[in-house]
């Protein structure tokens, strides 16, 4: 008897291990030779990864990992570079490019000169009826000139069209014909305070205005506008480029268009399988007579109803995900980032009045919310409204934060902290970090934002582009910052104490943005179980010279398992983009990023 239960059970493990031999299922993916940034305290070293679904299920070694593949395994070899996780930009203004395929891109473009030169090119080829447009993203401080362009300059390079040129939410120069058709002088112009119309010594407008937000915004909407087709072309290019830089996960901070209506091109993207970013957003209304936050909730509630954190494209892991409402929950308590002017202070009393009327509808409805708040004297009345709503509606573990905190003192660090919240900084002092000093000094520039004092807080952080107006949507300029502590025109504008190291500067960008997105468990890390969101870069983060880092980019970028852009000896592995509309456009001939010829 003991004999033939000995026989059974051969026969039955004999079995067990020729149809486990039979049915092995490979791997989707593998990348091997590659030097990978894992940010995973169980695994910190390995050189090749295994996706499956759309996830990572292998780390390790080459031998173990290639040891998972089958005949239907897609092979790529990383020839010894640097792989990280795929960044994320958890504060970025994708859905306001409506316009990009319209617009000449001046952001990595090095000297003035050849700024004017891409000007008079596209003034050529621009037809009768339209714009040329130099919308936001690049700074005077990136060209070896240091300067903006005058006005003659640009009529000389633009002579017969009419143009604006606009930096960051602070100036924008126009000529003639674009005056008369935007109506400055008239009644036609947009009115919002702190607007200034320069004026020569005769009396008339030069065609510099300085001014806000607010109206820099108009103008934008009183210009010829792109056809739907056009504008859901150029949402594909732009997001091409977000891949381009390594970014795999996005959250979109607030659109003068907002959810549902603003949202269909985006849509209509993941239709056409070309969303190739994770896309959670909050949410910003504008609703006529109603205040922004009412409007917000009528809209989430009644016209299109979506819960926080739902996922309106299920087939993609926080493909297109509702996250909540800001950055602005009320227009007259926004405080209008310009370091060319001092900082907009805002009626205390005000301020804590409509935040906590404001806040208390949207913690009762338990919707997450942000706050564009940059100076400290606004932070403060804030975190007074934050404290008293939450010892009457207890905030209680909802996720909310302040966008961009440039100068918050290390006590209201700590209120933030106690409060639950976290803090997205962003990129603009790498951007416009000269100007911050012209207005305020070297010594407050040097300390601004405390950058050692929040990473070492353990507060929720993340650092972010605000692109693509008042930043550069470049995420390497900003690590590159906080790294040396050198703006873009190379001076030193962080301490050296103040400065991060390229571990902690990486984890901004990542798992630490991932918090901001309710993602930490998903992304941010090169680890069994998370999302196969990686980047392979163009020169080793780690090793470069600090003055290399800034141009670093990807050349093989992969979400959700998916080869989602490639370049140089992965450029045949990258999806084909499709022909750039209309045929005059700027982003046909230049791209949405300089690149030397």
Do not use: C
Not at 450 to 458: D, I, T
Not at 477 to 492: D, L, M, N
Not at 517 to 529: H, L, M, S
């Amino acid at each position: 008897m003991r004999r033939l239960f000995v026989i059974i059970a051969a026969l039955h493990i004999g079995t067990l291990g020729a149809r486990s031999a039979g049915s092995f299922v490979g791997a989707d993916l593998i990348v091997f030779n590659a030097t990978i940034t894992t940010q995973s305290l169980a695994i910190p070293r390995a050189s090749a990864l295994a996706v499956k679904r759309g996830r990572i299920y292998a780390v390790g070694s080459d031998a173990d990992i290639l040891g998972l593949k089958d005949n239907n395994t897609r092979l790529i070899d990383a020839h010894g570079r640097r792989l990280i996780p795929g960044l994320m930009d958890a504060h970025v203004h994708i859905l306001n490019e409506r316009n990009y395929n319209y617009e000449v891109k001046w952001e990595g473009v090095p000297t003035l000169k050849i700024a004017l030169q891409m000007l008079s090119e596209q003034a050529k080829r621009t037809p009768q009826g339209q714009w040329v447009k130099v919308i936001g993203g690049w700074s005077p401080y990136q060209f070896a000139e240091r300067r903006h362009p005058t006005l003659e300059e640009l009529k000389k390079a633009v002579p017969d069209r009419p143009f604006i040129v606009q930096y960051a939410y602070n100036v924008a120069f126009l000529n003639e014909p674009a005056m008369q058709a935007l109506g400055v002088g008239t009644d036609r112009f947009p009115k919002f305070a702190g607007t200034v119309f320069e004026k020569d010594s005769q009396g008339q407008y030069t065609g510099v205005v300085r001014a806000n937000t607010f109206t820099l915004v108009t103008l934008e909407s009183m210009v010829p506008q792109p056809s739907y087709e056009e504008q859901v072309n150029g949402l594909g290019y732009i997001i091409n480029l977000e891949n381009r830089f390594g970014v795999t996960s996005v959250i979109d901070a607030g659109a003068a268009q907002g959810y549902p209506d603003g949202h269909q091109p985006l849509q209509d993207l993941a239709r056409q399988n070309r969303l190739n970013v994770r896309f959670p957003f909050i949410d910003l209304q504008f609703g006529g007579s109603s205040e922004l936050v009412d409007a917000e909730i009528n809209a989430i509630t009644q016209r299109s109803p979506v819960s926080p954190r739902e996922n309106l494209l299920p087939s993609v892991a926080h493909g297109h995900e509702y996250e909540g409402a800001g950055e602005m929950l009320r227009l007259s308590l926004h405080d209008h980032e310009n370091f060319d002017r001092p900082a907009i202070v805002i009626d205390r009393d005000s301020m804590v009045q409509y935040i906590t009327e404001d806040v208390t509808k949207l913690v009762k409805r338990r919707i997450p919310f942000r706050m564009h708040l940059s100076y400290n004297e606004n932070i403060t009345p804030f975190l007074d409204a934050l404290e008293q709503i939450n010892a009457q509606t207890p905030l209680d573990g909802l996720r909310w934060s302040i966008e961009h905190a440039e100068t918050i003192t290390p006590e209201n660090i700590e209120r933030v902290k106690r409060l639950g919240g976290g803090i997205a900084l962003d990129g603009k002092m790498a951007m416009h970090g000269d100007a911050f000093v012209r207005t305020y000094s070297r010594e407050k520039a040097l300390r601004t934002p405390a950058l050692r004092r929040l990473v070492e807080s353990g507060i929720p952080l993340a650092m972010t582009s605000d692109g693509f107006r008042a930043g550069s949507i470049n995420p390497w300029i900003a690590i590159s910052w906080t790294v040396s502590g050198k703006s873009i025109s190379g001076s030193e504008i962080l301490a050296t104490d103040n400065r991060l190291t390229r571990e902690e500067a990486l984890k901004l960008w990542t798992n630490g943005a991932a918090w901001f997105g309710d993602q930490e468990n998903d992304t941010g890390k090169i680890e069994p179980g998370y999302l196969a969101d990686f980047a392979l870069l163009s020169a080793d983060y780690f090793t470069v010279p600090e003055d290399q880092v800034k141009n670093i980019s990807s050349v093989l970028t992969v979400m959700d398992g998916r080869v989602v852009f490639g370049n140089g000896d992965y450029s045949d592995l990258a999806p084909k983009l499709p022909e750039v509309i209309p045929a005059w456009s700027p982003v046909k001939y230049f791209g949405g990023y300089y690149n030397p010829k």
